[in-house]
């Protein structure tokens, strides 16, 4: 047991960093309605990285991933118009669907296409590395303290999404930080954990927290609890069964939002505040 616990501490570790800011980030992306922005964010940072290998610069990998990142952040920033009657979820699902053919398209074309295109999507949290823990926790800190800061821009953007007057001078600026730091967060943590276990830290341990609390510092905390505990668990689990790590944190956190849903009242809903009756408890 003490050498299980040891094996699984770096990408624990790992994944404790990226839960930390995807829990929090998660709320932001329940209540704008934008569930998944995440997943196309990182199908398309995926696409960067693929297009310079296809282009044989490997080296600039990271480059052009922050590049079309950035692109898509501009882009998303402006789709959110009241003139535009198409709903930003179509924008970003159409943007993730053109995203991944591409990256197959691509990725088909070179050799060993079909490993690449397991780990964009599984990951590689269970080899990961003591420094690429220590380099990423350090930008996602820097990354979390910037939205702790600026918080006071970055909350009422997201609590007051969906109405029609701006709830904050310069939105669009501040939209664009957001989603600029937000694909940031994305681009770091796929190249841990892949595509679809990022996309379950963010929506999941956001969904579960939304059934126990609507204030923020108390969902986050709830959130990450749910993240660490199904990390933890589904790790061990995955050296025990001989099975990928993974899919089985992302079967134990829709487990845990499955019991929070039969279990509990949700105490905020997509998009909007349900008043928060806890301090009278």
């Known amino acids: 047991m003490i050498q299980q616990l040891q094996f699984i501490l770096v ?7 990226i839960l930390t800011l995807t829990s929090y980030l998660g709320i932001h992306v329940l209540k704008r309605e934008i569930i998944f922005i995440d997943i196309a964010l990182a199908q398309i940072a995926v696409m960067g990285g693929v297009v310079a290998t296809y282009l044989e610069q490997p080296l600039l990998s990271y480059t052009f991933s922050l590049l079309f990142c950035a692109g898509a952040s501009l882009i998303f920033t402006f789709l959110k118009n009241p003139r535009i009657d198409v709903p930003i979820e179509a924008f970003i699902g159409i943007a993730y669907a053109v995203a991944t053919t591409a990256a197959v ?9 079909e490993v690449h295109l397991h780990d964009m999507l599984t990951g590689v949290l269970l080899w990961t590395t003591g420094p690429e823990v220590w380099r990423v926790s350090l930008i996602l800190l820097s990354i979390g303290l910037f939205h702790l800061l600026f918080r006071g821009k970055f909350i009422p953007l997201s609590e007051y999404h969906q109405t029609r007057t701006a709830p904050i001078s310069n939105y669009r600026i501040w939209d664009f930080f957001f989603y600029t730091s937000f694909g940031l967060v994305i681009i770091e943590s796929v190249r841990i954990a892949g595509v679809l276990t990022v996309f379950a830290f963010l929506i999941l341990p956001a969904s579960i927290s939304a059934y126990y609390s609507s204030r923020w510092d108390r969902r986050i905390l709830i959130g990450l609890g749910a ?3 199904a990390t933890v668990t589904g790790l061990l689990l995955s050296i025990s069964l001989d099975l990928t790590a993974s899919p089985l944190i992302i079967l134990l956190l829709g487990l845990f939002l499955l019991i929070s849903m039969v279990t509990r009242q949700p105490r905020a809903r997509l998009g909007k505040a349900v008043p928060d009756r806890e301090k009278g408890e």
């Open 227 to 229: 993240g660490v505990i």
């Open 105 to 113: 398209i691509i990725l088909d074309k070179g050799a060993g296409g």
């Open 11 to 17: 990408p624990l570790l790992a994944s404790i960093a």
